[in-house]
């Protein structure tokens, strides 16, 4: 289509600057017409009036000639010199007054075939401009494409490879003391401890799976939420006491602050996991003798729970990543610290999901993190859902 544009434009140019050429062609050829008039006037004030009959023979076909003729004749008729002279001055200041006239026109002509190529000339020019810059930004759109195509390759490259350790890891440990258990002779102690361990591993391979599938559902729409009203303070405290044997075996101490009375609608379980998953994140990324913040309180219409660590921080370039799936900071750090990167991401679908908002803040690494939780509560939800 552009083109086609483009075409016209320089289709219509030559048509105006041919179209200006021939005009002011035609002008001079009129100009050079009235300098053979006045050749011809001269000519004719030196005839005779024996000359003047041949003149009119030969120029019986010519009008212009003629009407000259007559007027020299008549006038030549009344014997006065001067009046033939008159005459043929009368002729030239026409002749001359109709080059001037032509000389304008010539004059206007050739201004009007310089406007039109001027016109077409910049029209073509932004044309080809435009051109150029769809090409450009065809070109930048594509090499973006191909970034992300490749980011996105690289990124299940990443995955593939988190789900397969994660997942080996304590299928291993499951397999090692399952083997061990089948001798007969086993110490009882041992026993106790390879169950122990068994059971930690199964429950390890079970969070990592429910993960994923709230992932696939947030992700095919298909995560269901069982909505009512329910004080959140319940919910809340419920998630902090199962998160706290895991805070204490390493020593982290769990600190909290509760407003009471506040009402939000929600899914208790699904609100649970999202303190559950935010704890958890903290507790991993915290070190031992560390403290977390849990606090919860009213702002305005809304339910505020934060959740603040002295833990590790998140760097400034990585907190506009922290809520993707599968994106971790630290790859290495990562596999220190086990997980795919879902907890985080699932925390985010939820809370939007119960019409809320979740937000990250850390003052760079080694600053701990801050995470903060914004829903509606019962009265600016409407009430029962």
Known sequence: MRNAVVLAAAVA?????????????????????????????????????GDLERVAALTANEPQQRRRLQIVRAAMAAGSAERVRAAIDDMREEEERQRRVSRVNADTSGRSALQGVV??????????????????????ANRIARERAEDANRMKDQFIAMVSHELRTPLATILGWSSILGDDTIDREILREGLATIQRSASVQKKLIEDLLDVSRTLTGKLR?????????????????????????KSISILTSFEPAI?????????????????????????RGGVINVV???????????VRDSGDGIDASFLPHVFEPFRQSDVSRAREHKGLGLGLSIVKYLVEAHGGTVSVWSDGIGAGTTFRVMLPTAAAAGGVL
């Open 13 to 49: 140019f030559s048509v105006i600057a041919l179209s200006g050429l021939m005009g002011y062609r035609n002008i001079l050829v009129v100009i050079g017409n009235f300098q053979d008039l006045r050749r011809d006037s001269d000519t004719i004030a030196a005839l005779d009036r």
């Open 119 to 140: 016109v077409s000339t910049t029209v073509s020019a932004l044309l080809l401009l435009l051109t150029f810059a769809q090409v450009a930004a065809t070109a930048r």
């Open 225 to 249: 939420l069982s909505m009512h009203t329910l004080d959140l303070q319940e919910v809340v405290h419920a998630a902090v006491e199962s998160m706290r044997p895991a805070a204490e075996a």
């Open 263 to 287: 009402r939000v609608s929600g899914d208790p379980d699904r609100l649970q996991q999202i303190i559950w998953n935010l704890i958890t994140n903290s507790v991993k990324f915290t070190p």
């Open 296 to 306: 919860m309180s009213r702002a305005e219409e809304q339910a505020l729970i934060e």
